[in-house]
């Protein structure tokens, strides 16, 4: 059988310590610190201020003064955070509002001088860059177009082939918009397109950007997603790959771009902050979707401060698999005895041959995930793994991948199949995958109750699957080192029922 490439676990101690990113925007003010320079780094903190830095700056062309206050007062407080944490590094990073304000080098000045690190302001080009960097960062196999949504600005850019391309920044931020034509969602829309229509990217006759898949970005748009989420009683809260049709998405930004300040108050999920911008969002993301002719909406959580993380790394740690590279490092850091999480890819082998190298992936992401809840009490082991994986921040995942690794999961720590705990999320999953789901499950339950949990025992016996002959057999090492039994016989007897063979055998 082939080796298994496990990403190696741990940062590089060249890179070791925390890193901090402040994104300076036009309409917010956010602090990250990263748990270091590493392929899936963990997010130890994460704070946001809405300043409206970008507020009125169409009209006067400088920042807005309560935001540059507020601004102040948390940039100071963010890096002061930022170095009680530890952080080796701290990067400020301004985007649009301040590269445009005719005041804008003023403040960067004075916020250098306070915070005592420099502030670097990003062009149109860099930030377009650095957000698609972002999005791959998720999705490295991202193929589509890459929009992230600001106050100020709008930035697209085409992915494809785990690079970032061609790209452009617009004038269609929510304030610029506001500012320009008040409530007039007619003119609004006219401008929109054309914008578009001008830059290439949209319009009759124009050179654009068509492309499947749209990957929108930025704390609005992302906001739209919660909103759906919770009107269509989807059971998966987790912004990060939710999917959405194109006319699920005119849909909702029809509704949402025409109700006032007091309607929108009254749906959950919307924040106080949003209530203002988020309409006007709503139909710059309808607009840009049909200019470029998407179908498909795909949610990132991932930016430019996870593209800025990412442009740091070098090229071995940026081609690492971001789902293994998690699943890994958990995986070290959960394992009671040996990390056997490629022992057992290759222990399971046998019931999936002929599976796709995505399947094979995720079965392997499976594998390091399966000894995730074994602090929990025996009760509640199942039921803990499914939130776990269901709700931790992974990336390199759809919501249907992410569904598959919880339900395995589940599964190998006894959780019946259609029970309560997993029943709300199984129509995320197609039935063929459901029953992989389960399949794989059960065979990691006989094998860590074969093995204790140790690579040497589990090496010492096997499964085989024969599906054509309709046979099942589990071989136990001879000298006594792995249980036999009721235990193993009923967990095999699982297993077996599951993959409906006519003889089950267990020999040692």
């Known amino acids: 059988m082939a080796i298994v490439h496990v990403p190696a676990i741990g940062a590089d101690p060249a890179h070791a310590g925390p890193v901090a990113v402040i994104d300076v925007g036009s309409n917010s003010i956010r602090l990250v610190i990263f748990s270091g320079l590493e392929r899936g780094a963990s997010t130890l903190f994460n704070e946001k201020v809405l300043c409206g830095l970008g507020r009125g700056l169409a009209g006067s062309g400088r920042l807005h003064p309560n935001g540059v206050d507020m601004a102040r007062q948390n940039l100071v407080r963010f890096a ?53 960097l972002g999005v791959l960062s998720g999705f490295p196999a991202a193929h589509g177009v890459m929009g992230d949504l600001g106050g100020g600005s709008l930035e697209l850019v085409e992915l494809a082939d785990g690079d970032a391309g061609r790209s452009t920044t617009l004038r269609l931020g929510p304030f610029a918009l506001m500012e320009r034509f ?99 969002a709503a139909l710059v993301l309808s607009r840009v979707l049909r200019a470029l002719g998407c179908r498909k909406v795909v949610f990132s959580a991932h930016g430019l401060r996870e593209g800025h993380l990412f442009d740091l790394l070098g090229p071995a740690e940026r081609a690492q698999d971001p789902l293994l590279a998690v699943a890994a490092d958990i995986a070290a850091r959960a394992a009671r005895f040996d990390m056997i999480g490629g022992d057992l890819l290759a222990w399971t082998g046998c019931l999936f041959v002929g599976e796709s190298a995505a399947e094979r992936r995720l079965r392997l992401a499976a594998c390091l995930f399966s000894d995730v809840a ?46 309560h705990e997993v029943a709300p999320y199984l129509g995320l999953l197609e039935p063929d995958a459901a029953h992989r789901a389960r399949i794989l499950g059960l065979a990691l339950r006989l094998a860590y109750r074969v093995s204790g949990a140790t690579e040497t025992v589990l090496k010492r016996s096997a499964l085989e699957y024969d599906g054509a002959a309709s046979t099942l057999r589990l071989i136990l090492p001879s000298d006594g080192s792995a249980p036999g039994g009721e235990a193993v016989q009923r967990r095999f007897n699982a297993l077996a029922e599951a993959l409906d063979v006519r003889q089950a055998v267990v020999d040692g």
Not at 94 to 115: H, P
Not at 193 to 221: C, H, I, M, N, R
């Open 374 to 419: 074994w602090r929990e009490h025996p009760d509640y082991r199942a039921g803990q793994a499914l939130m776990r994986i269901l709700h931790y921040p992974l990336s390199g995942v759809g919501h249907d991948e992410r569904v598959f690794l919880a339900v395995t999961v589940h599964s190998r720590y006894g959780g019946a199949a259609g029970g």
């Open 182 to 280: 008040a409530g007039d969602l007619s003119a609004m829309r006219a401008e929109i397109d054309a914008q578009l229509a001008a830059s290439g990217w949209g319009g009759e006759g124009a050179p654009t950007a068509k492309a499947d898949t749209f990957y929108p970005v930025g704390g609005a748009w992302r906001s739209l997603a919660r909103i759906h989420m919770q009107q269509s009683g989807y059971p998966l809260h987790v912004v990060h790959g939710y999917p959405m049709r194109r006319g699920q998405v005119n849909d909702l930004s029809h509704v949402i771009s025409r109700l006032g300040r007091r309607s929108l108050a009254k749906i959950e999920g919307i924040t106080r902050s949003r209530l203002e911008t988020l309409p006007v």
């Open 80 to 132: 002061r955070l930022a170095k009680a944490m530890g952080a080796r590094r701290i990067d400020l990073l301004a985007t649009a509002a301040v590269r445009e304000a005719t005041d804008g080098s003023a403040f960067v000045a004075e916020i250098e001088d306070l915070c005592g690190q420099p502030v670097r302001v990003l062009d149109g080009v860099e930030e377009a860059r650095l957000s698609a």
